[in-house]
Structure formats: structure tokens, C-alpha cells
């Protein structure tokens, strides 16, 4: 019988991946969306620029959305050899091996950029959509106050 630790590990692991993948999915949708319904002009200061400026900024968003799962994955791998050789380990009474100590960095440095992809994912998500905000009023608002003028 499992025990309830494992059993709230799993439903975590299950909800993070879920969740990421739920992201992933509707930043990939707005992207689809916003390259589509856009205007387009030259680069320049106007709002056709600041909409083409969220779409790049929400494909960043589904970039590091991306490295963040493939991250996971790779911490999920290792934290298998890690359980394995711990397993072998103990069956042999051999204190922790080099390899151990080498699975157990690799595990931290994945943890790390996990949690850096995680904020640049959100921080580029947010920063698009106040960008597309910021282009939709400047191309209403803007016409009217250079107009009273």
C-alpha cells in the first residue's frame, strides 16, 4: 500500500504538468490569434508596432513554456536514476556513491531553470498582454487626443 505522501506527490506532479500544458496551449492560441487579427505596419511609434511587440513577447512566453516542460521531464528522469541508484545502494550497503552526488547536482540545476523558465514564461505573458492593452487603447485614444489638440 502506498502511502498518502506519495499519493499527494503524484496529484502535484500530475496538476503542475497539467497546468503547464493548459499555459502552453493558450499562449500558443493567443499567438495564433493575435498573427492573424493584427494590423502590420512599418517598425516604427505607432500601435502596429506595439501589436507586433506582444506577439513576440507572448512567443517568448510559449518558448520558455516549452524549455519549462522539457525541464520537468528531465528532472522526472533523473529523479528516477536517483531513486534506482539509492535502491541498489542500500540493497549493497555501499555508502553514496559518486554517481549519486552527480544525480543529485544535475536534479538542482534542472530545479533551478524549471523555476527561471517558470518566471520568464509568466513575466512575458504578462508583459505581452499589457502590451496588446496598451496598443488597443493607443490606437482608439490616441486619434481623439491629437485631434483636441
Not at 99 to 104: M, Q, R, S, T
Request: net charge positive; charged share 20%.
Amino acid at each position: 500500500m502506498e502511502s498518502r505522501s506519495l499519493d499527494m506527490h503524484r496529484s502535484y506532479r500530475e496538476a503542475q504538468f497539467k497546468f503547464d500544458n493548459f499555459v502552453l496551449v493558450i499562449i500558443l492560441a493567443v499567438c495564433a490569434y493575435l498573427g492573424q487579427s493584427n494590423p502590420y505596419a512599418k517598425i516604427g511609434m505607432n500601435p502596429e508596432t506595439m501589436y507586433f511587440l506582444s506577439l513576440v513577447t507572448l512567443v517568448g512566453a510559449a518558448y520558455f513554456g516549452f524549455r519549462r516542460i522539457e525541464y520537468t521531464i528531465e528532472i522526472y528522469k533523473h529523479n528516477s536514476l536517483q531513486l534506482h541508484v539509492a535502491e541498489v545502494e542500500e540493497q549493497s550497503r555501499v555508502a553514496k556513491t559518486k554517481d549519486l552526488l552527480v544525480i543529485e547536482k544535475a536534479i538542482i540545476k534542472f530545479k533551478e531553470k524549471t523555476q527561471q523558465f517558470y518566471n520568464r514564461r509568466n513575466r512575458l505573458m504578462l508583459l505581452g498582454i499589457c502590451l496588446y492593452v496598451t496598443a488597443k487603447y493607443w490606437e482608439v485614444y490616441l486619434p481623439v487626443v491629437t485631434n483636441i489638440g
